[in-house]
């Protein structure tokens, strides 16, 4: 079994941050394992996603539900459409010492999210947790942490 | 003012105009009963939690003989805030940043730096000798800590009445009759005035539409998985019930702009049951009472003006206005003490997916009422309408319990909102 390299791991995460982007959920899910978790916390520095309030702590199950919504033309909140841009500095690799994984990699990152005539900026650090599985690598579990979660945001309605 | 508000309707200015908004801060939260924290949130002497009564920034701050004061956040010298954690700890004394004047817990002046400096200056006689200004009528029901800014109209106990049955239902859900604020509170900024919130609270003929969507959405991913209920597809799932339902739940208003939907059953009637939570209830309380304590439903309970608490599912919203046209949500969760993790755990998981500013269902609400504040500035119709249901002796009894899709606590809302934005004027 080949032992993935960084650029592998790292390509992996770009290419998340553009299936998001281009609006390709049907394959951005793809991306995830089937017990896939993705997290943002409420806190800085949270390590408790069950007994501490999260801003999402959601399994595969809800992320499809996200994505249904938000293709549904009922969704009242997507006229006008959301539209998001991630800019990613290069990935540092936390982790990289087996060939079927976990593999953990660092991002920094600034999302942006628009609708209408709005434009949010949200500085973000993600962590990404990167498996094999049936010989593909896949997300175990995507966690955001953005530089202020606590604050009283307006809607956030895509995928950071 | 009084004219603004009729049997079945409102002017718009009382959602749009700055003017009305100064005046809402000035009189109606000032002479209301107005929620400021939970007991839990400073259980030492000396913890302090910071937080608004309308526009007005205050401190609920925990004495050193353990009673709980609720201060104006001021130093009595320049001005400057005291406070500017939302909460912590100010030991025996709050200090002031800006000159080091020294405040008790109770608000009182302890020390000046070169105090020498005051004598034969006439500052014993001064405002700022008195120290931070304390709130003196302030009322802890079962936890829930109110303040009225202003010493005039109703009594706390005359003020809500009834209604808190709808808090000691919440209290009395923990097996040892405790609440304790826990996991983090969410913020959520909106654009539309606080009121358009606090009546969506009790708007039963707005979540099949609304809420399609979402709740399409969950049903379809749902029916994928055979029908297999996860425990957030359990909170998400019922927000598609239809009509009908919502009719049969029931509204229930009492006196003063209180009320609660969901008097027969509600949208979280159906939650499964968690492992040895009854049994820790019915040893507490003994069957019969533990049964009736769970059976009870009250869905959103409003307590007028700006707290929406939810019993069942044992969370909190607070409307907290900024502007006219812009108001900060915050929705709180509760840990009943002595119960299952599973429960807490219940409520994190209700807030974040419902209540959070990154939820599934709330986007939809946030862009409903950004609509109406812009929509209400449209020429050709300076009227809202609340007539569903209505009837002209509806709110004659005090308290009544009608069809869930009436109009009514709105209705109610508005009356008490006329009555106690005029009282003082």
Same mark, same amino acid.
């Given at each position: 079994?080949?032992?993935?390299?960084?650029?592998?791991?790292a390509?992996?995460?770009?290419?998340?941050?553009?299936?998001?982007?281009?609006?390709?959920?049907?394959?951005?899910?793809?991306?995830?394992?089937?017990?896939?978790?993705?997290?943002?916390?409420?806190?800085?520095?949270?390590?408790?996603?069950?007994?501490?309030?999260?801003?999402?702590?959601?399994?595969?199950?809800?992320?499809?539900?996200?994505?249904?919504?938000?293709?549904?033309?009922?969704?009242?909140?997507?006229?006008?459409?959301?539209?998001?841009?991630?800019?990613?500095?290069?990935?540092?690799?936390?982790?990289?010492?087996?060939?079927?994984?976990?593999?953990?990699?660092?991002?920094?990152?600034?999302?942006?999210?628009?609708?209408?005539?709005?434009?949010?900026?949200?500085?973000?650090?993600?962590?990404?947790?990167?498996?094999?599985?049936?010989?593909?690598?896949?997300?175990?579990?995507?966690?955001?942490?953005?530089?202020?979660?606590?604050?009283?945001?307006?809607?956030?309605?895509?995928?950071? | 003012?009084?004219?603004?508000?009729?049997?079945?309707?409102?002017?718009?200015?009382?959602?749009?105009?700055?003017?009305?908004?100064?005046?809402?801060?000035?009189?109606?939260?000032?002479?209301?009963?107005?929620f400021?924290?939970?007991?839990?949130?400073i259980?030492s002497?000396?913890?302090?939690?910071?937080?608004?009564?309308?526009?007005?920034?205050?401190?609920?701050?925990?004495?050193?003989?353990?009673?709980?004061?609720?201060?104006?956040?001021?130093?009595?010298?320049?001005?400057?805030?005291?406070?500017?954690?939302?909460?912590?700890?100010?030991?025996?004394?709050?200090?002031?940043?800006?000159?080091?004047?020294?405040?008790?817990?109770?608000?009182?002046?302890?020390?000046?730096p070169?105090?020498?400096?005051?004598?034969?200056?006439?500052?014993?006689?001064?405002?700022?000798?008195?120290?931070?200004?304390?709130?003196?009528?302030?009322?802890?029901?079962?936890?829930?800590?109110?303040?009225?800014?202003?010493?005039?109209?109703?009594?706390?106990?005359?003020?809500?009445?009834?209604?808190?049955?709808?808090?000691?239902n /919440? +209290?009395?859900?923990?097996?040892?009759? %405790?609440? &304790?604020?826990?996991? !983090?509170?969410? @913020?959520?900024?909106h654009?539309?005035?606080?009121?358009?919130?606090?009546?969506?609270?009790?708007?039963?003929?707005?979540?099949?539409?609304?809420?399609?969507?979402?709740?399409?959405?969950?049903?379809?991913?749902?029916?994928?998985?055979?029908?297999?209920?996860?425990?957030?597809?359990?909170?998400?799932?019922?927000?598609?019930?239809?009509?009908?339902?919502?009719?049969?739940?029931?509204?229930?208003?009492?006196?003063?702009?209180?009320?609660?939907?969901?008097?027969?059953?509600?949208?979280?009637?159906?939650y499964?049951?968690?492992p040895?939570?009854?049994e820790? /209830? +019915?040893?507490?309380?003994?069957?019969? %009472?533990? &049964?009736?304590?769970? !059976?009870?439903? @009250?869905?959103?309970?409003?307590?007028?003006?700006?707290?929406?608490?939810?019993?069942?599912?044992?969370?909190a919203?607070?409307?907290?206005?900024?502007?006219?046209?812009?108001?900060?949500?915050?929705?709180?969760?509760?840990?009943?003490?002595?119960?299952?993790?599973?429960?807490?755990?219940?409520?994190l998981?209700?807030?974040?997916?419902?209540?959070?500013?990154?939820?599934?269902?709330?986007?939809?609400?946030?862009?409903?009422?950004?609509?109406?504040?812009?929509?209400?500035?449209?020429?050709?119709?300076?009227?809202?309408?609340?007539?569903?249901?209505?009837?002209? +002796?509806?709110?004659?009894?005090?308290?009544?319990?009608?069809?869930?899709?009436?109009?009514?606590q709105?209705?109610?809302?508005?009356?008490?909102?006329?009555?106690?934005?005029?009282?003082?004027?």
């Amino acid at each position: 079994m080949k032992f993935p390299s960084e650029q592998d791991l790292a390509r992996l995460v770009t290419l998340e941050a553009r299936l998001i982007d281009e609006q390709r959920y049907e394959a951005w899910l793809d991306l995830f394992t089937d017990d896939a978790v993705y997290w943002i916390p409420l806190h800085v520095g949270q390590t408790d996603p069950r007994l501490e309030a999260s801003l999402i702590f959601e399994d595969k199950t809800l992320l499809r539900i996200r994505v249904k919504r938000l293709m549904d033309r009922r969704a009242i909140s997507q006229h006008p459409q959301s539209r998001c841009h991630h800019l990613m500095q290069t990935s540092h690799i936390d982790r990289r010492d087996g060939a079927e994984g976990p593999f953990t990699t660092w991002t920094p990152a600034h999302y942006v999210e628009t609708r209408g005539d709005s434009q949010r900026l949200y500085a973000i650090w993600v962590t990404h947790t990167l498996a094999r599985v049936d010989d593909r690598l896949k997300i175990r579990a995507k966690r955001i942490d953005l530089v202020n979660p606590g604050a009283a945001f307006e809607s956030i309605e895509l995928f950071m | 003012m009084a004219a603004l508000v009729r049997e079945g309707e409102v002017h718009r200015d009382v959602y749009v105009d700055p003017e009305i908004f100064t005046l809402e801060m000035r009189h109606l939260f000032a002479n209301t009963w107005v929620f400021v924290g939970h007991e839990s949130q400073i259980p030492s002497p000396g913890d302090y939690y910071s937080t608004s009564i309308g526009d007005q920034p205050v401190l609920m701050v925990r004495h050193t003989d353990h009673s709980i004061n609720v201060l104006y956040n001021r130093c009595p010298h320049k001005g400057t805030r005291i406070v500017a954690d939302t909460c912590g700890n100010a030991g025996k004394f709050f200090r002031c940043p800006y000159h080091a004047w020294h405040f008790r817990t109770d608000g009182a002046l302890h020390s000046v730096p070169l105090s020498k400096g005051y004598r034969d200056t006439g500052f014993e006689s001064s405002h700022a000798v008195r120290g931070m200004t304390r709130i003196d009528d302030i009322h802890d029901y079962r936890g829930f800590v109110f303040a009225r800014l202003r010493a005039t109209g109703p009594s706390f106990e005359d003020f809500f009445g009834e209604s808190l049955s709808s808090i000691d239902n /919440m +209290v009395d859900r923990s097996p040892v009759g %405790r609440l &304790e604020v826990a996991g !983090g509170t969410f @913020r959520y900024m909106h654009r539309c005035n606080w009121k358009m919130l606090v009546e969506n609270q009790t708007d039963a003929c707005h979540p099949m539409v609304v809420h399609d969507s979402a709740s399409q959405a969950a049903a379809d991913v749902a029916g994928v998985l055979h029908n297999q209920r996860t425990p957030e597809l359990e909170l998400l799932l019922p927000f598609a019930s239809p009509y009908d339902f919502y009719e049969k739940a029931g509204i229930r208003v009492w006196a003063n702009g209180h009320g609660h939907t969901g008097v027969s059953f509600s949208v979280h009637s159906g939650y499964s049951s968690i492992p040895e939570y009854m049994e820790q /209830m +019915v040893a507490a309380y003994g069957r019969e %009472r533990a &049964e009736r304590i769970l !059976g009870e439903n @009250r869905h959103n309970t409003i307590y007028f003006p700006n707290l929406m608490i939810k019993g069942p599912i044992q969370l909190a919203r607070v409307f907290k206005p900024v502007a006219a046209d812009r108001t900060l949500v915050e929705s709180w969760s509760f840990r009943l003490v002595g119960a299952p993790d599973a429960l807490l755990e219940r409520t994190l998981a209700y807030n974040r997916l419902i209540n959070a500013p990154t939820s599934i269902v709330g986007h939809d609400d946030w862009e409903i009422y950004r609509r109406a504040q812009e929509g209400l500035h449209a020429a050709g119709n300076e009227w809202v309408n609340l007539q569903r249901l209505y009837d002209p +002796v509806e709110l004659e009894a005090g308290s009544t319990t009608t069809n869930g899709t009436s109009e009514i606590q709105m209705r109610n809302q508005f009356r008490s909102w006329a009555r106690f934005m005029t009282m003082t004027m």
